[in-house]
């Protein structure tokens, strides 16, 4: 069965600090898909990212970085030089390729406070 | 673009009652897919489509249907509200380019159960 688990609860962090969001998946499929949201006070919801399990790559876009390790099962997502406007719920999500790649299991969410 | 609109944003129902959860995008992407959100909790999808004509169930399709005769359409129906349906409803639609997907989501719908 699939699985994510985002252990953090909350992380406070201020201003200006790095942040490191961590996110652990179990699933029996060799190819997968991860995705990583963000969820505003406003309770919109952002799609950030999108990986397949065979791009091992990490990504980086502008102050977001991702970092994919299939050897733990993790796929990280940290934020650079935090500003306020970061603050917000991040969910990690698995899908796996076998069902389509659409049935879309999420984490519960790490709530992320950026104090100025 | 309006990207993805639904309606209401907000409604109250007595148990018992029925009705239909409006989603619609303009950006003729084929997947689309509704899901649900508890407090405190992430979300549970609740039915999904790769197309018109095309829906299947997601982790928690108990009590809904859903329909797609329309690329823009893909409405969410309530057959009989129970109070464990109270939840926030969001609708997404996707589509990958070059091996990229991006999703887009839409409001929210806020469902009380009474």
């Known amino acids: 069965a699939q699985k994510v688990t985002q252990a953090q609860t909350e992380i406070s962090v201020v201003e200006k600090e790095d942040v490191t969001l961590d996110c652990v998946y179990e699933t029996r499929d060799t190819t997968y898909y991860l995705f990583w949201y963000k969820q505003p006070p406003s309770g919109e919801l952002v799609f950030l990212i999108r990986r397949n399990s065979f791009d091992e790559q990490n990504e980086i876009s502008g102050r977001y970085s991702w970092n994919f390790q299939k050897s733990t099962s993790s796929f990280n997502f940290t934020i650079t030089a935090s500003q306020v406007v970061d603050s917000a719920v991040y969910f990690c999500a698995l899908s796996e390729a076998r069902t389509g790649g659409f049935k879309t299991i999420f984490g519960a969410g790490t709530r992320l406070f950026v104090k100025a | 673009n309006a990207g993805v609109t639904q309606t209401p944003k907000f409604q109250v129902l007595k148990t018992g009652q029925s009705m239909t959860l409006q989603c619609a995008q303009d950006?003729?992407?084929?997947?689309m897919s509704w899901y649900r959100q508890d407090p405190g909790m992430g979300l549970r999808l609740i039915h999904y489509?790769?197309?018109?004509?095309?829906?299947d169930q997601g982790e928690v399709p108990n009590g809904y249907n859903v329909s797609r005769s329309t690329t823009e359409d893909f409405p969410l129906r309530l057959l009989s509200a129970a109070p464990s349906q109270t939840s926030v409803y969001f609708c997404a639609s996707s589509h990958t380019t070059g091996g990229r997907e991006t999703q887009y989501f839409g409001p929210g719908t806020r469902l009380l159960v009474l």
């Open positions: 950006m003729n992407h084929e997947y």
């Open positions: 489509s790769v197309g018109a004509g095309i829906t």
